[in-house]
């Protein structure tokens, strides 16, 4: 059954864009990038400074607060380190899961893939120019 579930997901490989949260996070620019590529489309976001970055974390931390879904602290779409230490427990029952390396290979297969589409739009883009 589980095979069966990435043999499914790899054959919508090009119907979406994949990002970890820590990408998200860290790294958004290239999701814009990559959003933009696949979508046909011209986001643009300018870097976000560390204080800009914890107003709009603690914005949502009160959103969160404020919701239906409070008592699940870990649910606030922020990194915290609750999230982590839960991520770090996680990911070391993942890792010893017999699909991990397929999964892996799954999604740098993917990642690839939107690489090849992000500089196939780079150079069509410098040849209109």
Request: glycine letters at 2%.
């Amino acid at each position: 059954m589980k095979e069966y579930f990435y043999e499914r997901i790899y054959e919508l490989i090009d119907k979406f864009v994949l990002a970890d949260f820590d990408e998200i996070i860290k790294d958004y620019q290239n999701v814009i990038a990559r959003l933009n590529s696949f979508y046909g489309t011209r986001f643009i976001m300018e870097p976000i400074d560390d204080k800009t970055q914890q107003v709009i974390f603690s914005q949502l931390e009160s959103h969160h607060k404020s919701s239906k879904l409070s008592k699940y602290r870990h649910l606030v779409p922020i990194p915290t380190h609750e999230k982590n230490i839960l991520k770090e427990k996680i990911t070391e029952k993942i890792i010893v899961n017999p699909y991990y390396d397929k999964a892996v290979n799954i999604y740098q297969l993917y990642m690839s893939y939107q690489d090849s589409l992000i500089q196939h739009d780079i150079g069509e883009n410098q040849a209109n120019k």
